[in-house]
């Protein structure tokens, strides 16, 4: 019983929540949700299925109520996932785990739990293999993290609307806290690895969107002219349009760290708009 846990929790240590936000991961959410549910240190699991398309509930709903599963109407994208799921969380720290990781065990959790439990750090962040290999900005994009829940109750009105760019939210409210990253021996799949050529590069062309609108609020320079400049770039049917549409941010800052983000996958992107 979960009451149990969190009594079990209190005795043993700091209490721990899990939650996996999942859209259209029917191949992989199971895979994370299982070896989790052997942890001894997690307390409770919530997992947000974020208006799937796919088979992605039914799979979550068959651990019935070996999970706390939050089933939303449509998507509403990253943020408001994990800020629904915050929500629902008992646990004193908050551990969050992406639902398209292959190779999670339950040792992961102590990973990234014993930082905060056993020191002072204030955030831990899990570099993956799908995030490793691109340097240390992608792996500042980890989506494998664990928190004070205190510390994010009060971030949640901004956090639940920032989407794909909820970690650069953190990520920025959090930069002067003391922060420790851990290597996490799982694989972070990429977009090309689980969806076609097109949606693969429009979802990351999505991504890349979602993350520079989050910079631009956070450094001030959000405007109309910017949320223009970022709807035509989604709206890219060509590579010579997207690039056009990168090179038309005035605010250097935002088109540097667009191309960063999208510099990895830039061939791919490439290949595919010209076809």
Known sequence: ???????????????????????????????VVEPLLKSRKIDEIICVNDGSSDRTAKVLKKFGKKIILIDLNKNFGKGYALAKGIEKTNGEVVVFIDSDLIGVKPEHIGQLVNPLTNGDYKIVLGSTGGTRKFGIYAAMLTG????????????????????????????????????????????HLEKYEKLSSFDASMSYIQEGVEIIRERAKIIGAWNPKVSRQLKKIALSTSWREFKGGVAEIADIRLRRRFESFIQKYSGKIKAFLEE
Request: glycine content about 8%; hydrophobic content about 45%.
């Open 144 to 187: 494998e993290r664990a928190y004070w829940r205190k510390d994010l109750i009060p971030l949640l009105p901004k956090f639940r609307n920032s989407r794909l760019g909820v970690e650069t939210y953190l990520n920025h409210v959090f930069k002067k806290a003391k922060r420790k990253m851990v290597d996490l021996d799982v694989i």
């Open 1 to 31: 019983m979960l009451w149990f846990g969190i009594i079990l929790g209190v005795i043993k240590g700091s209490t721990i929540s899990v939650i996996i936000p999942a859209f259209n991961e029917e191949k992989t959410v199971g895979g």
